[in-house]
């Protein structure tokens, strides 16, 4: 394999055309791919990029336009034929199975029929060569996200590709996981490989990338040297226009408010065998107060947020406090009447049930806490009143829809995500916690919706955010508390806390570590 | 002595036709698919074998209809759930149904006939040895079948490359599909595989069991296949387990009418049931376990975007 003859593609796309439906995922896209290289694909959620490069593995049908590799035509026509080509594929959303081995996983990515056996060998060698160690008979459920990706990746590398496709690689990784990957990336670069980098994260697309085509609602808007580009620049190409900057003003006098939200020594047993147990964990937040919690996915958060929210109420009633007062033994609608309000991750079918409409979605959450405004004698619903709040919080979240009052499906995930925000917001709960507030969300959405958190907290609130994204709980806390392995660290004043800290915390470093930090700081 | 061995056999004949049918369900719960319709497939099995059988005078061609017919039945639920993506549970539960009402209306004129019975295995010297000759080597064709092909889904499921595809699949789907392994293709071959199986425990129950045609002949023994998959985790060593405990169980309830032990018979055929909730209790407190061998994706439809 002969690296960057001059001026070679290695894979050239051209007019390659994707239609859902009404929607234009992917609309006349044309990208090249240079041996040697590695080239990113940069746009927001729904800009098409995942759309585009289900077409190149196979998994999806283009309706029009053609895919050229090494200068030939060809028709993909499922992931087999693609591995074949030399294409692998490293997914955003996992691939793997959780009941079987990482050595089975990867057996069965395999055309060869050789034993499970030879192949952990195989994969064992391959992990460690490239600094990735990997346990092949360690079963998938019990391994962390960044476990798993290298499952991946040494799965795809066994099918020695020449083309790898990571489709936003780091969203799961610690800084520091992410910089090993980097260097695993730019090692297969110097190896003659090609690696198309789909990202939204523009800091580290500069980093380590050679080029970049840009994809803005299913079309390229333009190709670059992200080296030559800045963050704002590369943020502007991607958004087609400058994103609003989130501004928060110091919260003063923080340290005497009043604790609105308080957890104390709350524990959890794992309610599934591959989900985390909860481990003595104690916060405060204050009125006036954002705080963040950080951490790598599937290290406890989704189990601490269903105890704080009360769909797992708990056995010690004093565990988690809502404005001085014992919460830990109700269930959700009794913390909503104490004044707190929740914002799950998943939006449909958490946040909101898909096939009713937002205005029956509003009624859903608030039935209890609005029972005078929504509810009637007798129990009868009062759909003008629903309708009237709900197209409120329409308009002050601005979300955007095709119906005066849609099914929540029908909403794309950004502003189904306003709309359930502002939907909790419209209350003016004391306390808001919020898990994963802009996921999968348009820049100019999320920075909405970051800006309201802070609005909310700096009017009197305690606002929990629980979040995977740095750069979004650098922009809105006032401190960072990190989850790990089902503990918390004490939360970090946003003035000490740097990626590096947090990254440490977030890779299992000692909470003593961090206590240390913020004495000498 | 005799009594006891005559006690034995009886129960491997009794087991025989659950085992069949469980083991064929267990692939199919396997690969993802949850196909209530067993007992109606059993039951198509059990007319069809009968039906062959009597109008042609050989039982061997009427085990290869038995099994035709359980095969093509589920090629109906196949085709429902599979390439329409029906509701699984309403799909096999109207298979059960159809088949029971079908199976009536194709054996009218079959009933009050004698039928033709497959013969036991009779190898000279090997069965007349006391004791085990008879046991190991006296039985009918289709106890051997059942042995074998426990021991077949065994090493195939657990030792081969398709049959680790074949779980993975009902591990999850959606990871299966972007690996590129055709899911449909795998399920449609499952279902029918269960098809088969369930034709063929149909097809020993009128060509071995009692060798006539009776309307509703299965008399709830699908059921029982269904909830012995459960009962054995989805690991078909405890298939063969708990098939022979359920025959025990079903024969051992014969025994006490027959000597008037005052046991309400109900309590006794409710025993499999009964048996399948403990299990169900105590394997579900060892949740790892249960991750590990319960099929992730199981009843769940799957549609592949395109």
Redesign the interface.
Known sequence: MSANQDGANLLEVRGLTKVFGTLTACDHIDLDVAKGEIHALLGENGAGKSTLVKMLF????PNSGEILWNGQAVTIT???F??KLGIGMV?QH???????TAA??I???LED?SP?SAIAAKARALSYSYGLPLDPQS?V?DLSVGERQRIEIIRCLLQTPQLIILDEPTSVLTPQEADKLFETLERLRSEGKSILYISHRLEEVKRICDRATVLRHGKVVGHCNPRAETAASLARMMVGNDVQAVVRAPAEGIETAQPLLEIRALSRKPA???SIPLKNINLTVRAGEVIGIAGVAGNGQGEFFESVSGEVPQQDAASVRIRGKDAGGLGITGRRLMGAAFVPEERLGHGAAPRMKLSENLLLSRHATDGKVFVGAGGMVKSDAIYAASQRIIEAMDVRKSAPDPEAAALSGGNLQKFIVGRELDRRPDVMVVNQPTWGVDAGAAAHIRQTLIGLARSGSAVLVISQDLDELFEISDAIAVMHNGELSKPLPIAEATFEKIGLLMGGAEPGHAEHTLETA | MDITVNILLTIATAATPLLIAAIGELVVERSGVLNLGVEGMMIMGAVGGFGAGYLTGSPWIGLLAAIALGAVFSLLFAVMTLSLATNQVATGLSLTLLGLGLSGMMGTSFVGQPGARLPNLDIPGLTAIPVVGRLLFGQDPIFYISIALTAAVMWFLFKT?TG??L??IG??H????????HVIRYRYLAVIFGGACAGLAGGHLSLVYTPQWVENMTAGRGWIALALVVFASWRPWRVLAGAYIFGAVWIGQLHAQAFGIPVPSQLLSSLPYLATIVVLVLISRN??L????TP?SLGQPFV???
């Open positions: 196979g998994t999806l049908e499922d992931p087999g693609a591995k997914f996992f691939s793997l199975f959780e009941a079987l089975e996983n057996a069965l990515s029929g499970i079963l459920g599934t065998p591959f | 490359r680790l595809t779980r993975s591990d999850s959606t990871s299966a599909h972007a690996l590129g392994i949740k790892r249960t991750m590990m061998n992730a592949p975007d395109r």
